[in-house]
């Protein structure tokens, strides 16, 4: 692993997740959602997720983005303050609203349906790199899903990522391709925005299946080899493990712990925040990658995107020995 700036301040966050945040609405049991009569409200968003998850394993963590000036606006804002997530630099727009995404549990998986569209976060922009918490983090994360929100989204990201507009913090990048999103986009904008951005972070996080389905590139080594000069690149591999490629060429693979999983949404969010956890307190990449199963497990054993339990005592708990 290697080792972040110290520029962060003592009391600031180390950590800054940037993305759209939504409500979640969603059955409480296995049940498809058209049968329901009543659905349970929660709040979701990769890189809100990734946010609580690093504070619950005890780091400073701010979440920017913008929400609608709506009761779920609120909800969003209240739900990330009430995990200990700085949201003092969010935006609340006056006219556009707050996106929501439905949860569908169905046999062969839970399917999510956006209502996303025109939403307040589609109008953040190149602007947002000016806040300064950025420059004074140690750490930016940021994923994919908000390249393909709208044109401005994207300014933001290459702005961010490619051009390095705040050059203090690492850049960590989860390329989190969601193909529906991308419909509205030019054809065939996906695979070069996302392979652009993916190559001008320091971490990467990307999925097999996701590489093969961009690139057509779907074994570990030929995903590392076309992602540098990305410094540190994680390609994840579902049930079976999750592969770990240093700057240095170091190479290591850490098998998934067998785990009882309720739903997957929100676990590939928990894994990164696991892995980044451990990079911040500079351990190595072993230790970031069991990490992160543990905390993408915790995850997959309920039916909320961050379980409000996964912390370093909980960990401990449910995955023996002492992470």
């Known amino acids: ?188 904008a996906a695979p070069a925005a996302l392979l652009d951005l993916a190559r001008a972070a320091d971490i990467v996080f990307v999925g097999r299946d996701e590489a093969e389905a961009l690139w057509d590139t779907g074994k570990p080594e030929e995903i590392r080899d076309l992602l540098r000069p990305a410094r540190v690149i994680v390609v994840k591999d579902a049930g079976h493990g999750a592969t770990s490629y240093g700057a240095d060429g170091t190479e290591i693979f850490v098998p998934t712990p067998a785990s009882r999983v309720v739903e997957r949404i929100g676990a590939g969010d928990a894994f990164a925040a696991g892995y980044l956890a451990a990079l911040l307190e500079d351990r190595d990449a072993a230790e970031g990658l069991h990490l992160g199963h543990r905390m993408a497990a915790a995850t997959l054993g309920t039916r909320e995107d961050v379980p409000t339990a996964a912390d370093r005592v909980e960990l401990r708990r449910l995955f023996p020995p002492d992470v």
Not at 86 to 93: C, K, L, N, P, Q
Not at 113 to 118: I, P
Not at 151 to 156: F, G, P, R, V, W
């Open 1 to 188: 692993m290697f080792v972040p700036s110290s520029r962060t301040s003592p009391h600031g966050p180390e950590v800054v997740c940037l993305g759209e945040s939504m409500a979640v609405l969603g059955p409480v049991d296995a049940s498809p959602l058209r049968r329901q009569t009543q659905l349970s409200l929660g709040v979701g968003g990769a890189e809100s997720n990734v946010a609580c998850g690093l504070v619950a394993l005890g780091h400073r963590v701010a979440w920017v983005g913008r929400v609608g000036a709506d009761p779920l606006g609120r909800r969003v804002l209240d739900e990330l303050a009430g995990r200990g997530v700085d949201v003092s630099a969010v935006e609340t727009d006056p006219e556009r609203p707050t996106g929501v995404y439905f949860k569908d549990p169905a046999p062969d998986g839970t399917r999510t349906y956006y209502y996303r569209r025109d939403s307040a976060a589609t109008l953040m922009g190149p602007g947002l790199a000016r806040l300064p918490l950025l420059a004074s983090a140690r750490l930016l994360h940021v994923s994919g899903i908000t390249a393909a929100l709208s044109d401005s989204c994207a300014e933001l990201l290459a702005a961010l990522v490619v051009r390095r507009a705040v050059p203090g913090p690492l850049v960590s990048f989860d390329v989190n391709h969601r193909p529906a999103l991308w419909r509205h986009r030019p054809a065939g």
